[in-house]
């Protein structure tokens, strides 16, 4: 009777064969049980597929317990396997592959995906830089994720000690730390408090790219937002739910801009919403830079210790029956004027004259 062969591609002899060969076979048969132990490099530069041949010459990568990849990918990619090893045919037939991996994915994908699996199945994609521990169960190639947490790298994601018992997590030699969850995978922190900055420094949440920061509760569910935007010129949003409102228990106000004087008065009510300005000579108020309708400003015109200087204001500004006030021209006065936008217009909406400041 003919010899048979594993899901290793080993050869297994029946009672009887091989006479006077069991040295060579058995010697053949423990280098194979040594490949099964051993680590081998496969460049991914294009599409591979790993072969555990049965009593033949050849390349034996798919017995290889540890299989690190190497190159540039250049394109999507696939590391394949068949389901079984051996022939399919008499005498040698064929067995499942049952067997563990441990994978390194030491190529780099430039946006592009690298996925290992039986052929025919679907296995899973690696991450760039990442280790797995992973196992064919004769049908496809299932990712344990023991070890796909661990990034390798140049510059090591745990520079320094891990210490769990003392639930402390040390980077050393000013290395980063980063926590990257397998595929959609989140970080969810399980405790009450958790606090950022170190060493009484300032602490810094930022996204990384050019994703918006968003706060919200109850992972987003029935929850207003806090949202910076991303980008030049980006609001900061709050968004209430439902009839919810942003309340402030303290007081909140704008600082108080002092502008430089301008006989053709320059105002960014983006920057200085609320403003002083001391008045050296007759103004003339230009229209405002970067409004927002329904936004409101006001400026505190202060004569100088000459006084008598005049007030005119650009026809963006509108006052009750479009007449602006005359301005108190007493030396050291002051005249507070305040505006609502209206998307077109600056509506006066209070003006109190003649104001002592000290």
Known sequence: MASNYNGLGLQLMTTGEKAGTWGNVTNTTWNEVKDTFGYVSIAMTADRTLTIPDGST???????????????????????????????????????IEKPFIVYDNTTHGGNTLTFKVTGATGFALTEGATYLCYHNGTDIINTGLLSSVVADTSPQLGGNLDCNGNDIVSTSNADIDIIPNGTGDVNLGADTVQVGDNNANATLTTQGTGDLILNTNNGSSSGDITLLDGANGNIEFTNNGTGVVKFNDAAYFPEANLTFDATQDWDVQASPVAKVTLTDNVTFDAPSNPTTGQFISILCIQDNTGSRTIAWDGVFQFASAEAPTATTTADKGDLFSFRYNGAKWLCVGTTLALTLS
């Open 58 to 96: 050849g390349t034996y990568d798919g017995r290889a317990f540890i299989i690190e990849l190497t190159g540039t990918i250049g394109g999507t990619r696939v590391l394949d396997i068949a389901a079984t090893a051996g022939s399919g045919s008499s005498p040698g037939g064929s067995e499942n």
